[in-house]
């Protein structure tokens, strides 16, 4: 179901953006070399604690997932592209880190992730990090009342592509509000002017996410970490953003 915002409850909904956006600065600075997953998660649990958030994953338990998730961040390392489940590992120098985290502040959801790198960087895998982060620049832009989820997809999808990446639409942008996942789906790659058009009130989560080689996934033993088939690199870049007849408004905002 397309849910619509009022202007008052988008005003309400900028809580949680705001909290999701610093919790992302201060697990950012936290990357560091030597650091590991499971102090990055505990440092989020504590973040929520603080100001009396709500994790969105920790009960989260979707028909792909082996189990609930347990931890309320996830972190995904190098081959891991979506979903990575917190483990006992340590950050080694050069290792590429997404970070995606949703949280609920009164009762309203946010959800964000960005990629960085862990001490001394590889050209390519700044290059992959900045394509996802342009790929979501263009997808936000093309998010304006009147235009179609379509365009959205289809600046996505082109920007990919034409920085020589191919775009894997198994798992993409979704509604936000209430709950962390809901209507409208936002593939990432698609046919401009296509699908539900645009309205002030829509928010919603854009997430552009690519590897550097195959387009294929699979599921690692864990039951939630989705890995690059070939062992490529993976970078994951999102933004929950309000439609409004002002244009887009980014309430993730760093
Ligand atoms: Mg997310």
């Not at 931890?71 to 081959?79: E, I, M, P, R």
């Not at 979506?82 to 950050?91: E, I, K, Q, T, V």
Request: charged fraction near 20%; hydrophobic fraction near 45%; charge should be negative.
């Amino acid at each position: 179901m397309i849910e619509l915002r009022t202007p008052a409850e988008i005003d309400e909904m900028r809580a949680a953006g705001t909290f999701v956006a610093n919790t992302l600065t201060e697990l950012v600075a936290a990357s560091q070399v030597g650091v590991n997953l499971l102090a990055l998660d505990s440092l989020a649990a504590k973040l929520i604690r603080r100001v009396g958030a709500t994790s969105c994953y920790v009960d989260y338990h979707p028909s792909f997932g082996a189990m609930p998730f347990g931890k309320v961040l996830c972190t995904s390392v190098n081959d891991a592209a979506l979903h990575g489940l917190p483990h006992d590992y340590a950050l080694k120098n050069g290792d590429v880190l997404s970070l995606d985290f949703a949280a609920s502040v009164n009762g309203w959801v946010a959800d964000s992730a960005v990629t960085v790198i862990v001490g001394t960087p590889r050209p390519e895998d700044v290059t992959l990090i900045e394509t996802t982060e342009r790929a979501l620049a263009a997808g936000i832009a093309a998010a304006t009342v009147g235009a179609r989820i379509g365009d959205i997809s289809a600046a996505i999808g082109e920007l990919s592509r034409a920085a020589g990446y191919s775009v894997n639409v198994d798992f993409g942008g979704h509604g936000v509000g209430r709950t962390m996942h809901g209507d409208p789906h936002i593939p990432n790659d698609g046919r401009p002017g296509r699908g539900l058009p645009l309205r002030a009130g829509l928010v919603f989560a854009i997430e552009p996410w690519l590897m550097e080689g195959t387009d294929r996934i699979f599921t690692d033993p864990d039951g939630w970490t989705l890995r690059s088939l070939d062992g490529s690199r993976a970078a994951h870049s999102e933004h929950t953003i309000a439609i409004t007849d002002a244009g887009p408004v980014v309430l993730t905002a760093r």
